[in-house]
């Protein structure tokens, strides 16, 4: 069983990863929105 700061450690990346992959999808949903334009 983890540890709960393995466990912390794990979700928090997780969350970042996440994250930065949400940011870089609407970065590319807003350069092909102003393409179009």
Do not use: I, K
Request: proline residues 0%.
């Amino acid at each position: 069983m983890l540890s709960l700061q393995a466990w912390a450690l794990s979700s928090l990346y997780a969350n970042l990863s996440e994250r930065c992959a949400a940011n870089e999808q609407w970065r590319f949903n807003t350069m092909t929105d102003e393409e179009e334009h």
